[in-house]
């Protein structure tokens, strides 16, 4: 079990470009989260998946924003026209359905600048 | 108003010192209450894990939940430099539900 991993871990972008990052779950976790987390603040919730089936989205969650887990494995997170406003760092965490601690394990996190 | 509100600090205290850490939420369906742990630059890491109201404990690390006055807490004792980071308290309603943080409270314990 190597953990919650993300791809890249930095990424720097013009404005209106569009941008993808990958999160890989703990293996045997069938529930992913997406979180974003701005400086001085904590993570907000942007959508989650259980297996394949995205069943959450937050209202911060544009409509340039889009989320997939085809296999319900990896997910992307994909931001297309890109704002300043988009920079942040995108966190990626994931659970296995059931567990009495509830707890989140959450990736490294990738970190967005939009210039 | 946010539905988690927690005191940004910045927090300093010297080594050995007990350090206390609170939130107040407004939503009474919160049951799940945890406290995170964050390093720079890093993820989010679980420190304690409570259900409904009570207290925890789990080495230097005590989480108290008052769902009645709506009021976590989590107290540290014998701080130690290693303990600097941030600290993040975390709500849900339901096991595999969204989670809801506060902003964070940064710490710097002085060796």
């Known amino acids: 079990d190597t953990g919650v991993s993300q791809n890249p871990r930095h990424k720097i972008t013009k404005r209106g470009q569009n941008v993808t990052f990958r999160c890989d779950p703990i293996s045997e976790h069938n529930r992913l989260y997406w979180y974003r987390q701005t400086l001085g603040q904590g993570p907000e919730f942007l959508t989650y998946?259980?297996?394949?089936?995205?069943?959450?989205k937050s209202r911060l969650l544009s409509d340039r924003f889009s989320a997939e887990r085809p296999k319900g494995s990896f997910s992307t997170l994909e931001i297309q026209r890109t704002e300043q406003g988009d920079s942040a760092m995108y966190l990626c965490a994931s659970r296995q359905a059931g567990d009495p601690r509830n707890e989140q394990y959450f990736g490294p996190g990738t970190r967005l600048t939009v210039t | 108003q946010k539905e988690v509100e927690q005191d940004p600090g910045p927090l300093s205290v010297p080594e050995g010192a007990i350090v206390s850490l609170n939130c107040t939420y407004s939503n009474s369906a919160f049951q799940y209450f945890m406290w995170y742990r964050q390093y720079s630059r890093k993820g989010p890491e679980l420190l304690m894990y409570?259900?409904?109201?009570g207290n925890k404990e789990d080495g230097r690390f005590t989480a108290q939940v008052d769902k009645s006055s709506k009021y976590i807490s989590l107290f540290i004792r014998d701080s130690q430099p290693s303990d600097s980071a941030t600290y993040l308290c975390a709500m849900s309603e339901g096991t595999g539900n969204q989670f809801y943080f506060g902003t964070g409270t940064s710490l710097t314990v002085i060796p």
């Open positions: 409570t259900y409904s109201s």
């Open positions: 998946f259980q297996n394949e089936a995205q069943l959450e």
